[in-house]
């Protein structure tokens, strides 16, 4: 069983920046492959970011460029640091795990999800 609580989350101006931590319980973080996604009110899930556990990385084509996400194995903690933010970034954006090598965009191919974290972006 993993735990994962996320952090970070908060109201930001349009073009500023914001990181996201999300830390896991557990003494395999390093082998779940990692994942970051959104959900805006009245839409679906979607998909924002991974990290497999052989440091493999994958963005959303939305993100990409503004988005980078990164692990601290040592410390069970996966990280979105989040750059030139825009008002259609605002979400709750929500941390989870799966026990696979490969990086997966799909919510239902993740097992363990947290409980989420607001960000607002003001334009």
């Known amino acids: 069983q993993v735990q994962l609580v996320e952090s970070g989350g908060g109201l930001v101006q349009a073009g500023g920046s914001l990181r996201l931590s999300c830390a896991a319980s557990?003494?395999?973080?390093?082998?779940?492959?990692m994942g970051w996604f959104r959900q805006a009110p009245g839409k679906e899930r979607d998909f924002v970011a991974a990290?497999?556990?052989?440091?493999?990385?994958y963005y959303a084509n939305s993100v990409k460029g503004r988005f980078t996400i990164s692990r601290d194995n040592a410390k069970n903690t996966v990280y979105l640091q989040m750059n030139s933010l825009k008002p259609e970034d605002t979400a709750v954006y929500y941390c989870?795990?799966?026990?696979?090598?490969?990086?997966?965009?799909?919510?239902?191919?993740?097992?363990?999800w947290g409980q989420g974290t607001q960000v607002t972006v003001s334009s």
């Open positions: 989870a795990a799966v026990r696979q090598v490969g990086v997966t965009t799909a919510p239902e191919g993740y097992n363990y």
């Open positions: 557990g003494r395999t973080f390093s082998s779940y492959t």
């Open positions: 990290s497999s556990w052989l440091g493999t990385t």
